[in-house]
Nanobody, 123 residues
């Protein structure tokens, strides 16, 4: 299984970016996929999760600004990020598991990860 991310970059506060994560090497009916982010010296934190059983979950800090979606036909996971703020600056990672999401989907739940893509938001 391989996850390849794209779409990171630099943007001014208030701007938008869309991250993509192409998933290959597996066919699946159940899935749990998500986006996480990490800054130096801090633990990786969940941003958004999408699952085959429940729809979507978001971190409180991004609710109303970020949208996670999955194109099942193309096996591409997206993260649309609007109204970006400097505190959104981080390395963003996509993650996947081919089972039902647990009640709390921590990074430890996911066996497959992308390489990360940097998002930088300037004020």
């Amino acid at each position: 299984v391989q996850l390849v991310e794209s779409g990171g970059g630099s943007v001014e506060a208030g701007g938008s970016l869309r991250l993509s994560c192409t998933v290959s090497g597996s066919t699946y009916s159940n899935y749990c996929m998500g986006w996480f982010r990490q800054t130096p010296g801090k633990e990786r934190e969940g941003v958004a999760i999408i699952g085959s059983v429940y729809s979507t979950r978001y971190a409180d800090s991004v609710k109303g600004r970020f949208t996670i979606s999955l194109d099942n036909a193309k096996s591409i996971l997206y993260l649309q990020m609007d109204k970006l703020q400097p505190e959104d600056t981080a390395m963003y990672y996509c993650a996947a598991d081919f089972s039902v999401c647990p009640f709390i989907a921590t990074p430890a739940h996911f066996p497959y990860w992308g390489q990360g893509t940097q998002v930088t938001v300037s004020s």
